[in-house]
Antibody
Framework: EGQLLESGGGLVQPGGSLRLSCAAS????????MSWVRQAPGKGPEWVSA????????KYADSVKGRFAISRDNSRNTLYLQMSSLRAEDTAVYSC???????????????WGQGTMVTVSS | DVVVTQSPLSLPVTLGQPASISCRSS???????????LNWFQQRPGQSPRRLIY???NRDSGVPDRFSGSGSGTDFTLKISRVEAEDVGVYYC?????????FGQGTKVEIK
């Protein structure tokens, strides 16, 4: 069964930048769409961004559009989230989740990582 | 955005008794391919969400058969036939038919 392991979280000042990584193992990474999902303290999950298996298609939540960029390196089995112009309301645990093999089912979310905490504060 | 509304938000249950969670969407979740992309997740304290049910009623591998999903269109239900102590946590439904993907507010299941 596949596994996902996030890294790169930490404390950053408002307006700052951070890059998150998600290392995949145990499945053919390039065959699946992937997403980032965040969960603010005490709140429910919020989908942030998705990318197709071949990187040709990306989608973003309105709350992060223009500030965040999703990408992947299939040769390294790694998903990324470049976050810039960070705000206090971006504070959350960020998790990667596996989508379906078909772009129509990006939200399969059958495998999740354990998450990495991002805190935006001065 | 498609709004997904769960009820109740809190569900105290007695061990061994059934439990039911409702999930309603603001639009039909039937996609043009005929599938309905509605998932259910369980989140235990301190853990990431775990998928229990996909496409309304398909139980994931390893999920006990006391969990079942049903519904169509805009109305969906997750049922636990006999609640066990390990079922404590927050349950979320999520629609994956429309962008952006959206989650319900969550239902906290606790033991009375």
């Amino acid at each position: 069964e596949g596994q996902l392991l996030e890294s790169g979280g930490g404390l950053v000042q408002p307006g700052g930048s951070l890059r998150l990584s998600c290392a995949a193992s145990g499945f053919t990474f390039s065959s699946y769409a992937m997403s980032w999902v965040r969960q603010a303290p005490g709140k429910g999950p919020e989908w942030v961004s998705a990318i197709s298996g071949g990187s040709g298609t990306t989608k973003y939540a309105d709350s992060v559009k223009g500030r965040f960029a999703i990408s992947r390196d299939n040769s390294r089995n790694t998903l990324y989230l470049q976050m810039s112009s960070l705000r206090a309301e971006d504070t959350a645990v960020y998790s990667c989740a596996r989508g379906g093999g078909d772009w129509h089912y990006v939200g399969a979310f059958d495998i999740w990582g354990q998450g990495t905490m991002v805190t935006v504060s001065s | 955005d498609v709004v997904v509304t769960q009820s109740p938000l809190s569900l105290p249950v007695t061990l061994g008794q059934p439990a039911s969670i409702s999930c309603r969407s603001s639009q039909s979740l039937v996609y043009i391919d005929g599938n309905t992309y509605l998932n259910w997740f369980q989140q235990r304290p301190g853990q990431s969400p775990r998928r229990l049910i996909y496409k309304v009623s398909n139980r994931d591998s390893g999920v006990p058969d006391r969990f079942s999903g049903s519904g169509s269109g805009t109305d969906f239900t997750l049922k636990i036939s006999r609640v066990e102590a390990e079922d404590v946590g927050v349950y979320y439904c999520m629609q994956a038919t429309y962008w952006p993907l959206t989650f319900g507010q969550g239902t906290k299941v606790e033991i009375k």
